[in-house]
C-alpha cells in the first residue's frame, strides 16, 4: 500500500511536469532565433551545452578515478563500522521495512 502510494505521488508530478513543459513549449512557439539578430542567444545555448558536456565528463572522470583508486571498497562493505573494526555477525536476519 505505502509503495502504490508513493508510486501514484510521482506518476502525479511527473503529469505535472510534462503538461508544464508542454504549457511551456505552446508559449515559445513563435519565438525566432535568427542568427543576426539574436547572436547573443545562439551564444547562451552554446555554452551551455558545452559547460553540461564538461561538468558530465569531469563528474564520470572522478568517478572512474575513485573506483580504480579504491576509494570505493570500504563503502560496500557492510560488515565494518566506521572505524574500519569488523562488527560481530548477525544470528538472525536484520528486520525488513
Known amino acids: 500500500m505505502k509503495v ?9 508530478f511527473l503529469g505535472m511536469t510534462l503538461g508544464w513543459a508542454v504549457w511551456a513549449w505552446e508559449q515559445t512557439a ?3 532565433m535568427s542568427l543576426h539578430g539574436c547572436l547573443h542567444g ?4 552554446t555554452l551551455g551545452i558545452v559547460f553540461t558536456i564538461l561538468v558530465g565528463c ?3 572522470g572522478l568517478m572512474f578515478y575513485s573506483s580504480r583508486a579504491g576509494f570505493d571498497d570500504e563503502a560496500g ?5 566506521v572505524g574500519g573494526k569488523k562488527l560481530p555477525a548477525r544470528s538472525t536476519p536484520a528486520p525488513g521495512p
Open 4 to 12: 502504490a502510494l508513493i508510486l501514484a505521488a510521482l506518476l502525479a
Open 30 to 32: 513563435g519565438t525566432e
Open 42 to 45: 545562439w551564444t547562451a545555448i
Open 58 to 60: 569531469g563528474l564520470m
Open 77 to 81: 562493505d557492510s560488515t565494518t563500522n
